[in-house]
């Protein structure tokens, strides 16, 4: 039996005033007890592996309400949804260039049944708006990706990007305090050197637990255009950051020099026919990696071939099917994500209509493909109008590769079993997050008579989306963004 938790509520960013992002807490316990609404942040628990079947009403869910945020400005809107590596910790990032990382606790030694609640950990602005004076350009605070790197200390490592820096922040606590200086006093003030007649030995006394977010390396001045991606290499010693046209390689330790490994830019701007849109390392190949580009292809490129890896190792692309071909066919084939899978073998890239899973060992065509939401095949003149069509939904594996993840608009998002072949609309959404209430399967009418539980396409709220989510590496939990709300999903506990 699920139960609301208290709410969890950030403290407003310095740099924004207003800036209260209702990121979720998420929670589950065992027991009866519960059901009242609790005003804060939303607290969700819903199955997420269940069987797909249309008339499934066992996916229990669990909230505690939003406040009305009307207010929320575009600085709220979260950006990118990270996992680190054993799951413990979730980081977000914003429009507003603050990074919100989230902490799950341990299980309750009274309570062995109840699973541990993800909790604001650390709360810290990684970037800040900049103007290059020499370009006229203005530099976005806004978070483009978060990686972590793995632990291998008390302290925690995680880069993040915007447009044009990448940023090493150390993520550390801190329970103690010196005491007992002798050239200056417990708050500071520097003593008269007179005045000491006898020296102290320095101290640490306890103090209430400080995490502290620390800025350890700043990667920046190598990209002309907007990074849209980096990926931490598997040798843990480097890593790469994306741009539009060039993929530049980085030691973690060095800061002032990094190498490009890719450049497709033309001699001539006017012949630039397609642009990287994502890239990433292999998980345990620290010489190979991917790269998707605006013409849905994927170039996997081995670095020990050659220093700049021009010509690449492997070539993947679908043929298109003439019958299908429209104005709009470029620029919904267009890739924007790229992700191996944890074993390697196999790749997933998400263009607008689809999810494609690609075997490293057969370029001719993808091994499966999945369609996200072909319902709007028919309203592609419209989201091209408002600007929707250009998009970019990320998707996500989940620990053992065979469930994929990914979102759509009107706050839904879809799951793909790929060992039975079932899929299953999820919505993530206040109005329809009542605690103890039942999370229903939900399903798009294309027209004609509307079932009871069906949304019609032309209900679908466009300004509604969900770009940006995360599984954890070993569970069944996910973390969805939908706009400047975070929701967290897990499997139903019986």
Avoid at 32 to 41: A, I, K, L, M, V
Avoid at 471 to 481: C, F, Y
Wanted: a negative charge; one cysteine or more.
């Amino acid at each position: 039996m699920l139960f609301p938790l208290p709410a969890v509520h950030l403290p407003p960013s310095e740099h924004h005033p207003l800036l209260q992002l209702p990121h979720g807490r998420y929670g589950e316990g065992g027991g009866g007890g519960g059901g009242e609404d609790c005003e804060g942040c939303v607290c969700v628990c819903v199955s997420t592996t269940p069987p797909m079947e249309e008339d499934i009403d066992t996916r229990k869910i669990n909230s505690s309400f939003l406040r009305d945020h009307n207010y929320a400005t575009e600085a709220d809107i979260i950006s990118t949804v990270e996992f680190n590596a054993t799951g413990e910790l979730l980081a977000t990032g914003d429009k507003g260039g603050r990074v919100v990382v989230f902490q799950r606790e341990q299980e309750s030694k009274n309570q062995p049944q109840r699973r541990g609640e993800y909790n604001v950990y650390s709360t810290f602005q990684s970037h800040e708006p900049e103007f290059d004076y020499l370009k006229s350009l203005e530099i976005e605070e806004k978070i483009n990706k978060i990686r972590w790197l793995p632990q291998h200390n008390a302290a925690y490592f995680l880069l993040s990007t915007n447009d044009k820096t990448v940023k090493l922040w150390k993520i550390s606590e801190r329970d103690k305090r010196p005491e007992g200086y002798n050239l200056k006093d417990e708050d500071g003030r520097i003593r008269d050197p007179a005045t000491i007649t006898t020296l102290r030995v320095p101290v640490l006394r306890p103090m209430d637990l400080m995490v502290e977010a620390t800025a350890r390396r700043v990667y920046s001045n190598a990209h002309t255009y907007h990074i849209n991606s980096i990926s931490v290499n598997s040798d843990y010693e480097t890593f790469m950051s994306t741009d539009d046209l060039r993929i530049n390689l980085w030691n973690l330790e060095i800061t002032n020099k990094s190498f490009n490994i890719v450049d497709i830019k033309p001699a001539n701007m006017e012949e630039l026919t397609e642009v990287i849109t994502a890239a990433e390392f292999h998980p345990n190949q620290c010489n190979t990696f991917v790269y998707s580009s605006s013409k849905g292809s994927i170039r996997l490129c081995d670095m020990r071939a050659s220093a700049l890896c021009d010509n690449h190792s492997k070539f993947f692309e679908e043929p298109e099917d003439p019958s299908n071909r429209s104005f709009f066919s470029e620029i919904i084939s267009s890739i924007s994500d790229v992700k191996f899978s944890h074993n390697g073998r196999y790749l997933m890239t998400r263009d607008y209509l689809t999810v494609k899973v690609w075997d490293l060992n057969m370029e001719s065509k993808p091994l499966e493909t999945y369609q996200v939401h072909d319902y709007l095949r028919s309203k592609l003149c419209s989201l091209y109008e408002n600007d929707c069509i250009f998009d970019k939904f990320e998707c996500v594996w989940n620990g053992s590769d065979s469930v994929i993840m990914t979102g759509s608009y009107n706050n839904f998002f879809r799951m793909f079993d790929r060992n039975t072949k079932r899929d299953v609309t999820l919505e993530a959404s206040r109005e329809n997050s009542k605690p103890r209430a039942i999370l229903k399967p939900r399903k798009v009418c294309l027209g004609g008579k509307r079932r009871k539980d069906e949304i019609s396409v032309d209900s679908l709220d466009f300004s509604k989306k969900i770009l940006h989510t995360a599984w954890h590496p070993s569970e069944n939990i996910i973390a969805v963004a939908a706009t400047n709300n975070l929701y967290i999903f897990q499997d139903k506990v019986n």
